[in-house]
């Protein structure tokens, strides 16, 4: 029987610093979902990718389990040829006058730089993506030239370059200007013309939109609700996830929050 979860967690306890950031997590992720995985800064949510990524490990006891990719033990090349994450500090590592179609073709070598010899083939993969992404009129554009939206669907599409199956997304719209943020979330919607899926990161409500089967709310290293969209956002849990009290709306499949007065 074939395995339908490619992220398998039972009571893992894990540890940064002394504290403890994931508290007896359980969560199976399943192949087939969009997940996006909602809370509070400080609430666990880049240690549970650190934790995927294998940046950090979980405490063990005769009670809990870890797989990724149905393996306790997983190569870490391996890891990284399945699964791509995009955060906000990819951006300091890359050259501000290489132009896009360059930064995405770095992606098929694992690099941040100009590739000076390029296949037909290679080519070809590049200028598909971006025709797929429509994104095409970025390609000759200089990474420093973009706007703050830009540069992070460029990114995005880097990490897609080599087909992955699992694609993070680690707040993709944080510090980014409304046009900047709607550009991001449009395009990111769009990627279900290609063949993987995404488990994103946020703290921000207006990122949850149709493409996205499952939301999680996590509040100090735990899970506080997990369900599908109309299940799980609602004023009483983003109240007990924000500690605040909010209203909550959605509107041709997007959310909006306002806080209401004391």
């Known amino acids: 029987m074939v395995n339908k979860f490619w992220f398998e967690a039972k009571n893992i306890n894990c540890f940064k610093n002394g504290f403890r950031v994931i508290k007896d997590l359980s969560l199976n992720i399943a192949y087939s979902e969009n997940v996006i995985l909602i809370g509070p800064n400080g609430s666990g949510k880049s240690s549970l990718i650190e934790v995927i990524n294998r940046n950090i490990y979980p405490v063990f006891n005769n009670e809990s389990k870890l797989k990724i990719f149905d393996k306790e033990k997983i190569n870490i090349w391996e890891l990284r040829k399945r699964i791509s994450t995009v955060n906000n500090d990819i951006k300091n590592r890359i ?3 290489l132009q896009v179609f360059d930064l995405i073709f770095s992606g ?3 690099r941040y730089c100009y590739i000076t010899k390029k296949s037909e083939c290679d080519i070809y993969k590049v200028e598909n993506l971006m025709e797929k992404m429509n994104i095409s009129s970025l390609s000759k ?3 420093s030239y973009l706007s703050d939206g830009e540069k992070q669907i460029s990114l995005i599409a880097r ?4 087909k992955p199956e699992i694609l993070i997304l680690d707040e993709p719209i944080a510090n980014l200007d409304y046009k900047s943020k709607y550009f991001v979330i449009d395009k990111i919607n769009e990627l ?4 993987t899926k995404i488990l994103c990161i946020t703290h921000d409500i207006s990122m949850i939109t ?3 089967d499952r939301v999680i709310m996590l509040k100090e290293g735990e899970i506080m609700a997990d369900g599908y ?12 996830l924000y500690g605040t009290s909010l209203d909550v709306n959605q509107n041709n499949g997007f959310w909006s929050i306002k806080r209401l007065p004391r």
Do not use: C, D, T
Not at 192 to 195: A, G, R, Y
């Open 95 to 97: 050259h501000q006058n």
């Open 108 to 110: 098929l070598y694992g």
């Open 141 to 143: 554009k200089y990474f």
């Open 159 to 162: 990490a897609l370059i080599r």
């Open 192 to 195: 279900s013309k290609i063949n």
């Open 210 to 212: 149709r493409i996205y």
């Open 229 to 240: 969209q109309e299940k799980v956002i609602n004023n009483e849990n983003l109240k007990k």
